[in-house]
């Protein structure tokens, strides 16, 4: 279940590790090099579902603020989850990023920015193939890597990851983002996570 709530959140953070998607097609607004991620700072969260949401992110921290990227970074994590959650689990994300007042959303390109994935169990399965360990330091604490995912209470004590050199895409400019993240399934909201966070690029 942390796997699949901070997981989803982080894939907020997509903007982070999963710009290592590779190059993107670059835009009209902006045709500008290539960019190397350098330092991701002003981490903040908080839940935005309503308080009959089943799965709850209690905790979530993230050092050093900011974040120096490539480098290291030191998570911790405690969600809890009222009800199992199982295939098919839908992630909607809106990612927007601030234009002087104004907050403006991104689009979904190549699987990046306000995108919705349909069916997190497979990527889950994609990612980590089933039958194999969950990676670590998920497997140390029992963590689950695949759905279903049975209520509980799980927690990630402060564990540390190393944050490779990424590249951004060229619509990923410097500034101040945030991300909504709603998981759900069969129509029903199971939790709501808001993120926000700033870029800075060489």
Request: charged letters at 15%.
């Amino acid at each position: 279940m942390l796997c699949a709530g901070l997981a989803l959140a982080l894939c907020a953070l997509q903007l982070v590790p999963a710009a290592l998607a590779g190059p993107q097609p670059p835009l009209l607004v902006e045709r500008s090099g290539a960019r190397r991620l350098s330092k991701v700072g002003g981490f903040a969260w908080e839940n935005c579902g309503d308080k009959t949401d089943p799965v709850v992110l209690q905790s979530l921290s993230v050092a050093p603020d900011p974040i120096s990227i490539p480098g290291s970074l030191r998570v911790s994590a405690a969600v809890k989850s009222g009800k199992t959650m199982g295939s098919p689990l839908k992630a909607a994300l809106v990612v927007e990023k601030a234009l002087g007042d104004l907050w403006i959303q991104l689009p979904c390109i190549d699987q990046l920015g306000s995108c919705t994935y349909n069916d997190v169990c497979s990527i889950l399965d994609e990612l980590i193939p089933p039958g194999t360990p969950c990676p670590e330091p998920l497997l140390t604490y029992g963590i689950p890597c695949h759905c279903p995912f049975k209520a509980g209470s799980y927690s990630l004590p402060a564990s540390d990851f190393d944050v490779p050199d990424v590249e951004l895409p060229s619509w990923m400019t410097n500034g101040n983002y945030r991300v909504r993240v709603v998981v759900s399934n069969g129509g029903e909201e199971l939790s709501c996570v808001k993120l926000a966070f700033s870029l800075h690029s060489h």
